[in-house]
């Protein structure tokens, strides 16, 4: 019997495999897949490698900072500053029709922005973030409420607030059309207050170094192992019940699986309604080119574009894409050490809002199809944004909703799981534990951070 059963090696399952393992926990991890890291994953392709989920890491401090969750989780999991050899961003933006606001990992430049591009809101934007200061991130009775609502009662200029809400839902949001209060605060501070990084390497640098402390620390990590079925004995948890009919007994088990995909797992618990389920999930497309994204006139690291005043963050009624808003990032754009020179390939990666029941209907053939035919849509949709810089592709590959959800498990592929978030990771089980996204922490620092944070909370008060 193990003390801990994880389901899932993202980032949020193996950081807290670590922190058990640290303890002397005897802890397994169960993947289903072959390979780690769930959404922030990699593969490879003719030759050459592909980063999955990761555009940013989020959260970034520099060097010798003490607070903030990457210089926390560094402390908890016992790794150095440069073990994950971050580099900054070089600039990123928010582009709306007539009005671009860059911003860097330095909060004074998007002040300097909203005061050129909006100067009536500089004393109320100063107002709004004296408001964010003292967050308390696991306080859910503070999480609820519209961030529409708070930003209105700060802001006056209706397409400030558009712009504001613009990355933040991109990279951190559940909920159609608002965000909660306190998903705001977290994903503001990550973004604009702390910002933007990478490692030369991408993904796969960050898992190895998760994996290889994991296993040295005697946990044991079994891929190709799917849970079948939670197995319950009146309101706890005592194991789990694999694919291929093993059983696994545990003492405790935190799932980073989503909260409705967990409580489906456990034998007496039917499926909870749909609409639960997380409605939003993207489309993305990896273009390479035969130049540096910067010598075709690309030179920011991120651009969050939207086609009208409005922002629109909602799942496509109907078509299998939104174009109308996405995400343009470069992992070429960051301030990488002279020594380790450039990344061999140009590449440019691109996001847009995707409709997963739409993409799962479609035959092989048709599904095929309409990924090139989209990837040409929302290309076309994006280089109305940045310089247009398909002269210079010269290979493509595309992921769909249909690739999210085999690789997360989350209903719709839900890139941010279900709306409803619970911060405690609480079940209704009472050694029964969620971690990860349906948590409410986001990005690969707020997934580690999480699998910290339920680990700390759950599993290490009784030892």
């Avoid at 409420?145 to 613009?166: H, K, V």
């Avoid at 402390?213 to 319950?232: A, Y």
């Avoid at 993409?359 to 849509?377: F, G, V």
């Avoid at 709306?419 to 996204?437: Q, S, V, W, Y």
Wanted: glycine share 10%; aromatic share 10%.
């Amino acid at each position: 019997m193990y003390d801990t059963i994880i389901i899932g090696a993202g980032m949020s399952g193996l950081a807290a495999g670590i922190r058990l393992a640290h303890y002397d926990q005897s802890v397994c991890i169960l993947e289903k897949h072959w390979t780690i890291g769930g959404l922030n994953s990699f593969y490879r392709v003719g030759g050459r490698n592909y980063d999955v989920g990761l555009h940013a890491i989020t959260n970034f401090t520099p060097r010798g900072t003490k607070k903030g969750p990457l210089a926390r989780l560094l402390r908890q999991l016992r790794f150095r500053w440069e073990d994950f050899e971050l580099s900054p961003q070089v600039g990123s933006a928010i582009a709306f029709p007539g009005v671009r606001l860059g911003f860097t990992n330095e909060l004074d430049f998007l002040r300097s922005e909203i005061a050129r591009a909006f100067p009536s809101e500089r004393d109320n934007f100063e107002r709004l973030l004296a408001q964010l200061a003292d967050y308390d991130d696991l306080n859910q009775d503070n999480f609820g409420g519209s961030a529409r609502e708070f930003l209105a009662s700060n802001i006056g200029d209706p397409l400030l607030i558009e712009m504001i809400l613009c990355p933040l839902m991109w990279y951190g949001n559940a909920r159609q059309d608002d965000m909660d209060f306190g998903q705001f605060c977290i994903m503001f501070r990550s973004i604009f207050m702390e910002g933007f990084a990478r490692p030369f390497q991408g993904v796969r640098l960050i898992l190895k170094h998760l994996v290889r402390r994991f296993r040295s620390l005697g946990g044991e990590l079994k891929l190709r192992s799917g849970v079948e079925s939670i197995r319950v004995d009146g309101d706890r948890a005592v194991g789990v019940v694999l694919e291929n009919g093993e059983t696994i007994e545990g003492k405790r088990i935190l799932s980073s699986a989503g909260i409705i995909e967990t409580q489906r797992l456990c034998e007496d618990l039917t499926a909870e309604a749909p609409e639960r389920a997380g409605q939003l999930t993207f489309i993305e497309s990896i273009s390479i080119l035969d130049a540096q994204p910067k010598e075709v006139g690309f030179d920011e690291t991120i651009v969050f574009f939207n086609d009208s005043d409005t922002f629109h963050w909602q799942r496509p009624a109907q078509e299998l894409c939104d174009i109308r808003t996405g995400v343009i990032c470069s992992p070429n754009n960051y301030l990488y050490p002279a020594e380790k020179g450039k990344l061999e390939d140009g590449v440019i990666r691109l996001t847009t809002i995707a409709n997963f029941d739409a993409w799962a209907a479609l035959s092989e053939p048709e599904y095929l199809r309409k990924k090139m035919w989209w990837y040409d849509r929302s290309v076309a949709s994006a280089v109305r944004f940045i310089p247009d810089f398909r002269s210079h592709v010269i290979d493509t590959d595309v992921f769909t909703p249909k690739t999210i959800r085999r690789f997360t498990s989350h209903d719709n592929g839900a890139v941010y799981g279900a709306p409803e978030k619970k911060l405690d990771g609480t079940t209704h089980l009472r050694n029964l534990f969620m971690c990860g996204t349906d948590q409410g922490f986001v990005g690969i620092v707020g997934s580690i951070v999480s699998g910290i944070s339920m680990a700390n909370m759950h599993c290490l008060k009784d030892n």
